[in-house]
């Protein structure tokens, strides 16, 4: 047999690389839906545009099709778009421009069209070849000083053209027009809204920066959507404009007029946005066929180019409201609008509410106005420069001549000149290309002129760029004019559902103490239930408990207030105040895993109330502790939109618990306190930003017998309040606590004895405030702090609470002072002080 030669691969043949498969599908799915998600599918919060829209309008914008010029061939514009910039299927292309177009589809038109755009009954738009198209005047807008480099430029697909990354849009498009699109493992569907109203709203963020969605939505009334129609109830527009997704019911505007013979017809003028005519009327058609509707005689669509008339004709003494409200029930008389306000955030895709929304387009136009203002300055002062220069060369016009004609080349004389009269190079092109008719008095006149009025600009625009003010006032004048020339009326009606209220305007502010106990039962009731007594008093029956349950937790909040239940295992829930059941003083409450939903040996070990009146901004944070001394701080606006399940809070180790979280404003400073008597005090930016799944720094360094107990925020001007388990207490200045840097020992905040027990809170105070204490067997006393005396640091207190061998103080927590005062049912339960209270 003969032998077979082996030859060896040459060095630079191609190899092949075992890869894993399943690795090699997850990296080549993630990198296609990150370009579908970025490149497709959603648009930009900026300019309410997703990439096919912006490629559309930009390369309408190259070849001048603007309003004031001649249609052109649409085949024309998708040509251009898919050879620059947009290699994707042409009729895709089209059809997105063709929506540009369509009143039924766009709030405010982008495109221009002429031809045959489709129709609401669901025609589709005539070839490309066949129909016109030019931008709108509202298209300007959007494109608005896109040549001043308001916006970043990137290149297009063979670097072959640049392109805009976003356009400037002068006006939150958005909101005002809404998107839809499908990516992949998410959707964005965000209705259209009334370009007056969304103006409106912008400038009030921009007037009042703390403006809350509420204070919003007294200028957003709701969506308007081209076609019309009704909303029905507030409660969907609510739900959408707080957490961004929600479900908004439209429904027809209709009308009932009289027949002869004693019969009537139901008149539709408009119907849901997005809903196909045609088909609604087969389905109303098919529905009278099937005998499921009763009483119909006639169907028949009169709309032409005057408006929409859906004519139901109805038999002889037919209640037309019982067959209205049937085909609500059955067609698209009535639907239902899925928002999911879902929009790309610095390339990433986010769920926003309302201000989210106008809050990221104001932060872009601030941009624009400031890169339109550094370009214009730019150019100001270039032009400044070479009218010093004409002026020089005026001033010396006869050495000039002389310089020019005695040199035998241009760069002679451009060299010499520099030379003699230190000017630019800018300067000298400029002096050599100037016409001898610009050497008259009256053109020197007009240099002058010119460079007087530049100066004026170079400082407007300098005080521009240094004042965010100037910047501001600037945005709303131009959305003033854009809302003068381009606002009209709401189309959609907003009608409220019979019955239908917002259950927080039935709910009376009060001040109220919510209360959780040991076994996890809540409650709340009125703060003014507890009276005012001296220290040393026995206190009021403030809860029935059961065996061996005694109260944990007290925090005071107005009704409208969210509250914060963070759990031990790092698990955060919220609610409002008022969605705790309110119970009678001496009740036991309702169990709190029926209100929350706690996974098993999960138990509630912070609560913290959030005012109504807080801002929503990111300078608030919510500042974590642990047992073992760890601390974390999280903004607070990574708390939003809580889930029924709750959110991670913090990662906590084992044998390690959450012990307390406090709201902080970025300045405050930060107090631990632990059980063997010790605290720490610093500087709450001595802890870094960190997310919600994070495990935190050291606080403080822990004895091995020792945990942190309390978790406080306190200022200079500020007194220390020290309770111990036994009913002792002391105020002391916050400045007798050093000021140190996190992580260390800390110092003595109290001395302890068998006398005075542990120390169970350590709470900073200021002015006249109330105490309420309140032992493991539901007794709370109400006491002035005022009463209580001031101690230094290493001292063992004074008796607040008189309380037996058996009881122990739990819960401390501080109140506005209020009037003595109680009913008579309460002061049955109370025991008076002994008149050798300490």
């Known amino acids: 047999m003969d032998e077979i030669e082996i030859i060896a691969p040459h060095?630079?043949?191609?190899?092949?690389?075992?890869?894993?498969?399943?690795?090699?599908?997850?990296?080549?799915?993630?990198?296609?839906?990150?370009?579908?998600?970025?490149?497709?599918?959603?648009?930009?919060?900026?300019?309410?545009?997703?990439?096919?829209?912006?490629?559309?309008?930009?390369?309408?914008?190259?070849?001048?099709?603007?309003?004031?010029?001649?249609?052109?061939?649409?085949?024309?514009?998708?040509?251009?778009?898919?050879?620059?910039?947009?290699?994707?299927?042409?009729?895709?292309?089209?059809?997105?421009?063709?929506?540009?177009?369509?009143?039924?589809?766009?709030?405010?038109?982008?495109?221009?069209?002429?031809?045959?755009?489709?129709?609401?009954?669901?025609?589709?738009?005539?070839?490309?070849?066949?129909?016109?198209?030019?931008?709108?005047?509202?298209?300007?807008?959007?494109?608005?000083?896109?040549?001043?480099?308001?916006?970043?430029?990137?290149?297009?697909?063979?670097?072959?053209?640049?392109?805009?990354?976003?356009?400037?849009?002068?006006?939150?498009?958005?909101?005002?027009?809404?998107?839809?699109g499908i990516a992949v493992g998410m959707a964005t569907n965000i209705p259209p809204h009334n370009l007056n109203e969304v103006i409106d709203a912008v400038v009030h963020l921009i007037d009042h920066k703390d403006a809350t969605i509420d204070d919003l939505m007294l200028h957003i009334k709701g969506p308007d959507f081209p076609t019309g129609g009704i909303i029905l109830g507030k409660s969907g527009i609510w739900e959408t404009y707080r957490t961004g997704r929600g479900r908004i019911v439209t429904r027809s505007k209709s009308e009932i007029e009289p027949m002869t013979a004693n019969r009537q017809r139901i008149v539709v003028t408009e119907i849901p946005y997005q809903v196909n005519k045609s088909k609604l009327i087969e389905k109303i058609a098919d529905m009278v066929h099937e005998k499921r509707v009763d009483g119909i005689s006639d169907i028949r669509d009169e709309s032409d180019r005057n408006g929409m008339r859906i004519v139901i004709e109805l038999k002889r003494d037919v209640n037309p409201n019982v067959v209205l409200n049937t085909l609500y029930k059955h067609t698209q008389l009535q639907d239902a609008f899925s928002a999911i306000m879902l929009a790309l955030v610095n390339g990433e895709p986010r769920v926003l509410n309302l201000r989210d929304i106008i809050y990221y387009y104001l932060e872009h136009q601030k941009e624009v106005?400031?890169?339109?203002?550094?370009?214009?300055l730019e150019k100001a002062e270039a032009r400044a420069h070479i009218l010093r220069g004409l002026l020089i060369a005026l001033d010396h016009i006869d050495e000039v001549v002389r310089i020019i004609r005695s040199s035998k080349t241009t760069q002679i004389a451009k060299a010499a000149l520099m030379e003699a009269f230190e000017l630019s190079d800018a300067q000298t092109l400029a002096i050599l290309d100037m016409?001898?008719?610009?050497?008259?008095?009256?053109?020197?006149?007009?240099?002058?002129?010119?460079?007087?009025?530049?100066?004026?600009s170079i400082d407007y625009y300098n005080q521009v760029l240094a004042n965010e003010w100037m910047v501001l006032d600037i945005i709303k004048n131009e959305l003033a004019e854009i809302?003068?020339?381009?606002?009209?009326?709401?189309?959609?009606?907003?009608?409220?559902?019979?019955?239908?209220?917002?259950?927080?305007?039935?709910?009376?502010?009060?001040?109220?103490?919510?209360?959780?106990?040991?076994?996890?039962?809540?409650?709340?009731?009125?703060?003014?239930?507890?009276?005012?007594?001296?220290?040393?008093?026995?206190?009021?029956?403030?809860?029935?408990?059961?065996?061996?349950?005694?109260?944990?937790?007290?925090?005071?909040?107005?009704?409208?207030?969210?509250?914060?239940?963070?759990?031990?295992?790092?698990?955060?829930?919220?609610l409002k105040c008022y969605e705790i059941g309110e119970s009678g003083r001496t009740a036991r409450g309702s169990a709190i895993v029926n209100i929350l939903q706690l996974d098993g040996g999960e138990k509630v070990s912070a609560m913290i109330t959030i005012p109504q009146s807080l801002p929503e901004n990111d300078s608030h944070a919510l500042v974590m502790a642990?047992?073992?001394?760890?601390?974390?701080?999280?903004?607070?606006?990574?708390?939003?939109n809580l889930r029924s399940r709750g959110l991670i809070s913090i990662i906590l180790r084992e044998e390690d618990e959450l012990i307390g979280v406090e709201l902080t404003d970025g300045e405050s400073q930060i107090m631990l306190g632990t059980q063997n008597g010790m605290a720490i005090r610093f500087r709450e930016d001595n802890v870094r930003e960190m997310g919600r799944a994070s495990m935190g720094v050291r606080g403080i360094d822990l004895a091995d017998d020792d945990r942190v107990i309390t978790l406080?925020?306190?200022?200079?001007?500020?007194?220390?309040?020290?309770?111990?388990?036994?009913?002792?207490?002391?105020?002391?200045?916050?400045?007798?606590?050093?000021?140190?840097?996190?992580?260390?020992?800390?110092?003595?905040?109290?001395?302890?004895?068998?006398?005075?027990?542990?120390?169970?809170?350590?709470?900073?105070?200021?002015?006249?405030?109330?105490?309420?204490?309140?032992?493991?067997?539901?007794?709370?006393?109400?006491?002035?702090?005022?009463?209580?005396?001031?101690?230094?640091?290493?001292?063992?207190?004074?008796?607040?609470?008189?309380?037996?061998?058996?009881?122990?103080?739990?819960?401390?927590?501080?109140?506005?002072?209020?009037?003595?005062?109680?009913?008579?049912?309460?002061?049955?339960?109370?025991?008076?002080?002994?008149?050798?209270?300490?």
């Open 626 to 640: 642990t047992s073992r001394g760890l601390v974390k701080k999280t903004l607070l606006s990574e708390f939003r």
């Open 369 to 376: 106005i400031t890169r339109r203002t550094r370009y214009d």
């Open 11 to 180: 060095q630079d043949e191609p190899r092949l690389t075992p890869t894993n498969i399943e690795e090699e599908m997850k990296k080549s799915f993630i990198s296609y839906a990150m370009a579908v998600i970025i490149n497709r599918a959603l648009p930009d919060v900026r300019d309410g545009l997703k990439p096919v829209h912006r490629r559309i309008l930009y390369t309408m914008h190259e070849l001048s099709v603007t309003p004031d010029k001649p249609f052109r061939k649409a085949v024309r514009v998708v040509g251009d778009v898919l050879g620059k910039f947009h290699p994707h299927g042409d009729s895709a292309v089209y059809e997105a421009m063709v929506r540009l177009g369509q009143d039924f589809t766009t709030r405010y038109l982008l495109i221009e069209g002429q031809g045959n755009y489709g129709s609401v009954d669901g025609d589709e738009a005539a070839a490309m070849r066949y129909t016109e198209a030019r931008m709108a005047k509202m298209a300007l807008e959007m494109l608005a000083d896109i040549d001043k480099e308001t916006v970043d430029m990137y290149p297009n697909f063979d670097n072959t053209l640049m392109q805009p990354s976003v356009l400037p849009s002068r006006f939150p498009n958005l909101l005002v027009n809404g998107s839809s």
């Open 483 to 574: 809302k003068r020339k381009f606002g009209d009326a709401r189309r959609t009606a907003i009608e409220l559902i019979d019955g239908e209220i917002d259950i927080s305007d039935m709910i009376q502010e009060e001040d109220m103490v919510v209360t959780l106990t040991h076994f996890g039962y809540v409650k709340r009731l009125p703060k003014s239930t507890y009276r005012s007594q001296g220290r040393g008093g026995k206190g009021v029956s403030g809860m029935s408990t059961r065996e061996e349950d005694y109260v944990e937790q007290l925090v005071v909040a107005n009704t409208h207030d969210d509250i914060l239940f963070f759990t031990n295992r790092g698990r955060v829930y919220g």
């Open 712 to 838: 406080s925020v306190v200022s200079p001007d500020d007194k220390i309040l020290a309770i111990t388990s036994l009913g002792y207490g002391k105020v002391t200045p916050a400045e007798e606590y050093r000021l140190i840097s996190r992580g260390g020992k800390g110092v003595i905040a109290i001395s302890l004895s068998e006398k005075n027990g542990k120390l169970v809170s350590l709470l900073p105070v200021s002015g006249a405030q109330d105490l309420l204490l309140m032992t493991d067997d539901g007794t709370i006393i109400r006491t002035s702090v005022d009463t209580i005396r001031e101690c230094g640091r290493s001292t063992q207190g004074v008796r607040l609470m008189r309380i037996s061998d058996e009881q122990r103080i739990v819960a401390v927590s501080l109140a506005e002072p209020e009037e003595e005062a109680i009913d008579e049912s309460a002061a049955a339960d109370i025991t008076a002080a002994p008149d050798d209270s300490i």
């Open 435 to 456: 016409r001898l008719s610009r050497l008259t008095g009256l053109e020197r006149e007009r240099i002058e002129e010119e460079l007087a009025e530049l100066l004026k």
